[in-house]
């Protein structure tokens, strides 16, 4: 293995322990450093939005929390579960949603994405998907199915996270690592879109209310190479680790 540099990138300036909301409806992380994952730099956005089944808006506010747990040992990414980025808004299941979005990487290409959401204040649960909303049936009416998502929750607090496919009987897996991870190619321009819901993803259930979508961080593998950038969210700040086979 390689060296591991490490860069810094603020993310709201709060202080260890503490919590605020951001001052706009997205946040954008510009220039990282792409050299063991692609060529030149590419940035990631988070973004919230709420929708009412006919039209969709910005919403209020994202939320960021920096914890100290989970405290469970054997978990890879344990310390970057800990810390999190959150659309602060609280409707029903389907209606508030989240966007990463990557611009700047190479068009056309395949990379592989993974995701993780995870909240130890409590049990949480938040659907990604590689698809925006459907049109004028934007969010999830209750009667039709929810769009194909994987689905990361917890319990409970401290609770090793779990992932499924959503639908009607969904069977949770043991998911220590706490990711789900998406083969996405590129559009002419560089750029993918990944969306995070707020809710259960079981099909039906509307009325699984007060639920938010969470984001710890995520990697991005270029594929078939084997380099990875992990950008793990935290509280104060955002650290991004890249590495690559020596």
């Known amino acids: 293995m390689g060296r591991r540099p490490r860069l810094a990138l603020p993310c ?3 202080a260890a322990g503490g919590a605020s909301n951001f001052g ?3 946040k954008t992380f510009s220039g990282i450093g792409a050299g063991d994952v692609d060529d030149g730099t590419f940035s990631a956005t988070i973004s919230a939005f709420t929708t009412n089944g006919t039209s969709t808006a910005a919403a209020n ?8 747990a989970p405290t469970y040992t054997g978990v890879t990414n344990a310390n970057m579960l800990a810390d999190l980025v959150f659309d602060a808004s609280t409707t029903a299941q389907g209606r508030d949603y989240m966007t990463l979005a990557f611009t700047g990487l190479t068009a056309s290409k395949s990379y592989n994405f993974t995701v993780f959401s995870y909240e130890d204040n409590g ?6 998907t590689t698809s925006a909303p459907p049109g004028s049936s934007l969010g999830y009416g209750g009667t039709s199915t929810f769009v194909t998502h994987k689905n990361l929750s917890n ?10 496919n959503g639908g009607s009987s969904p069977t949770s897996v043991n998911n220590p690592s706490g990711g789900a991870t998406f083969s996405v190619t590129t559009d002419g321009s560089g750029n993918v879109t990944l ?7 079981v099909d039906g259930n509307s009325g699984n209310t007060g639920i938010n979508p969470y984001i710890n961080g995520f990697t991005i593998e270029s594929v078939p190479e084997s380099a990875t950038c992990i950008l793990m ?3 104060g700040g955002m650290l991004l680790v ?3 086979k020596s």
């Open 12 to 14: 709201g300036g709060v």
């Open 24 to 26: 706009a409806v997205s």
């Open 61 to 68: 506010t994202l939320g960021e929390r920096n914890r100290s």
């Open 123 to 128: 049990s949480s649960a938040t659907n990604w």
């Open 155 to 164: 319990s409970a607090g401290n609770a090793i996270p779990t992932t499924n």
């Open 195 to 201: 969306y995070a819901w707020g809710g259960n993803g």
């Open 233 to 235: 969210v935290l509280g």
């Open 242 to 244: 890249r590495r690559k």
